[in-house]
């Protein structure tokens, strides 16, 4: 243990310091569900809020009168499940093989990855490429270009070096498994750390993702939650067809709504956080050592 | 990068050029390597080197109905064009500008977080402090841009209600060209300090306790071990994280500017990024945007490669 510091004092500054510093990072999240639910005229007189005040579900009413946050959250439960499940097949396989001590060509391979990371064609070719797939406006366009990260590939091949002993290899090879045996009854039961880590990582990142699917939808029914999100809470071009029989305090009631989307948006990880923030950090560790 | 030796298996040796070994090879394992292979080098081929390929419309005028092949050559017209328009000037300011200040404050903060942090006793406090920090990062940018127009609203906004409330006049912060820069950087520092220093943070407790009980000996105060054992402790990290960043000077993301930008604020917005999206996807300037794009792609990879090579000769770390 470091030796910390005895006085009293100066600890106690150090605490509230560093517990102000923390509460900023959340209390915009805590705003924001307090507000959704409290009255939006009392909202917009009293700027901070420490809990709901004038408790009421009016905005929620209005949110859920249009099933368009519906149609998004069931949409990015599909991109999320189906994307991340194709990450992980494509993702464990591909740095199995790149860890694997008698794969050749590896060094040839890595280095062409490691280019990608230097180079791209970028947004205007990638989006003709997609056109030329004939995968605009399916849903394969927001998951078959991110079917693969770099990183993750790379945290993969690390973790995969790092944790399956050669011994256990030959053992395996002694005992006549095939690669195919090998990898699956013995180097999956071993992965689950990594599994979590990349579950975590590729779903956060479908569940987030945006520009995707900007460039590549058109068709409304396609679009995920955050392209809606866009749509009420910058563009404000579905707030009519909410509030059409709302007449007064129309600017307090829109930015209520607001807050209620942005709370339905952000409520399944606040709560999924506590649990499973731990690998998030093992992921950033397992890169870390890597470089 | 290649860290693997070998030892194990039935590894490379001297006859592996021998003809018929490959096919040995193969058999034994290549085969079903190569397999588990294959879907990654499918993915890097299709979406990565397929559109590196296809970046030669930006020397063509590119037709979709003549296809990238036989469209015609026109060199670098597009990127001259790009070079004497209006924009290029203010594109390139705004994007370096934008990266330059979110480094300046950004990079800075979560070293310092990490810092007291570590000053700080009491296990669990800490952790509970650090996995706070972090929320904000997995929010998506839509939400972030979201929280920004609520809380910044002009007519119902919490933050114009205190601006009002002493007096002043209701500012629309987002249609503001002077306050973008601003309001990008702060939101960045926010939603990236809690996440940006998990790398300190780890740093910081493998710093050898010895180091600091031998400073209590001798009598060394608290920042003093802050100043001389901390800090140098993380310095290699730091170092690398630095040159890491300053290659990517060049490079904004989209999205944040994307959401958060208008038509008003593209004086001090608008960025290479997202006047690519706006010529490519919505003016269908396919050829032009390219062309642009692939600029910026350019300086990137000049900017990226010359700091990662100093990188490795000053701290052996590099991307790879």
């Not at chain 1, 310091?17 to 507000?35: E, H, I, R, T």
């Not at chain 2, 003093?224 to 990517?248: A, D």
């Amino acid at each position: 243990m470091i030796p910390y510091g005895k006085d009293r004092v100066a600890n106690g500054i150090l605490a509230a310091v560093l517990g102000l510093m923390a509460l900023a990072m959340v209390y915009p999240f805590l705003y924001v569900m307090f507000a959704s639910v409290s009255d939006p005229l009392v909202v917009a007189r009293s700027p901070l809020l420490f809990w709901p005040k004038k408790p009421t579900l009016t905005s929620f009413r209005y949110l859920f009168s249009v099933n368009l946050v519906w149609i998004g959250y069931f949409n990015t439960l599909v991109y999320a499940v189906s994307g991340t499940a194709l990450n992980l097949v494509v993702t464990m396989l591909g740095g199995y093989s790149l860890a694997h001590p008698d794969f050749r060509g590896k060094r040839i391979f890595l280095f062409l990855i490691v280019i990608t990371m230097y180079f791209s064609g970028g947004m205007i070719p990638l989006f003709l490429v997609v056109k030329a797939l004939g995968l605009l406006d399916r849903r394969l366009a927001v998951i078959l270009p991110v079917a693969v990260s770099t990183w993750n590939l790379f945290i993969t091949r690390s973790y995969i070096e790092a944790n399956i002993p050669g011994e256990l290899r030959d053992a395996a090879e002694v005992d006549g498994a095939s690669e195919l045996t090998f990898f699956l009854r013995i180097v999956l039961p071993l992965s689950q750390a990594i599994l979590a880590v990349l579950i975590l990582f590729y779903a956060t990142g479908h569940w987030n993702s945006f520009f995707d699917a900007l460039l590549f939808l058109r068709d409304r029914k396609l679009y995920p939650l955050q392209v809606y999100l866009r749509e009420l809470l910058i563009m404000e071009t579905q707030m009519d067809a909410m509030l059409n029989d709302a007449v007064s305090d129309r600017a307090f009631l829109v930015l209520t709504l607001k807050y209620s989307i942005m709370v339905v948006a952000i409520l399944p990880l606040l709560v999924a956080f506590p649990f499973v923030q731990r690998y998030f950090v093992k992921g950033v560790m397992i890169g870390a050592l890597k470089g | 990068m290649e860290t693997t030796g070998g030892k194990t298996g039935s590894g490379r040796t001297a006859a592996a050029h021998r003809p018929g070994e490959f096919r040995r090879y193969l058999k034994r394992r290549g085969f079903l390597l190569y397999l588990f292979f294959l879907p990654v080098a499918l993915y890097y081929l299709v979406f990565h080197y397929v559109p590196m390929y296809g970046v030669i419309i930006a020397f063509k005028d590119f037709s979709p109905f003549l296809g990238i092949l036989r469209s015609p050559w026109v060199g670098f017209e597009h990127f001259l064009t790009f070079f004497r328009s209006i924009y290029f000037f203010r594109l390139l300011r705004n994007t370096f500008l934008i990266s330059f200040y979110s480094l300046l404050f950004g990079f800075p903060v979560p070293i310092l977080f990490a810092l007291l942090l570590n000053e700080l006793p009491g296990r669990r406090l800490r952790s509970i402090i650090q996995s706070l920090t972090y929320v904000p990062h997995f929010v998506s940018t839509v939400v972030v841009a979201g929280l920004l127009y609520t809380f910044l609203s002009p007519s119902a906004g919490f933050v114009n209600a205190i601006v009002t409330g002493l007096g002043g006049k209701a500012v629309d912060f987002l249609r503001e060209p002077a306050w973008f820069r601003f309001l990008y950087v702060l939101s960045g520092v926010w939603q990236q300090m809690g996440w940006g220093s998990i790398i300190y943070v780890a740093g910081l407790s493998a710093i050898d306790v010895q180091l600091y009980e031998a400073a209590d000996m001798d009598g060394a105060g608290r920042l003093r071990k802050m100043w001389s054992i901390s800090l140098p402790g993380i310095l290699p990290t730091i170092v690398t994280m630095l040159l890491l960043n300053l290659g990517r000077l060049m490079t904004v993301g989209f999205e944040k500017v994307f959401l958060l930008y208008n038509s008003a604020t593209y004086e001090t917005a608008d960025v290479i990024s997202t006047y690519v999206y706006r010529s490519g996807i919505m003016e269908q300037q396919y050829s032009f945007a390219a062309a642009v794009g692939l600029f910026n792609s350019v300086v990137t990879l000049v900017l990226l490669t010359g700091f990662n090579w100093i990188s490795r000769r000053m701290s052996e770390f590099s991307l790879w």
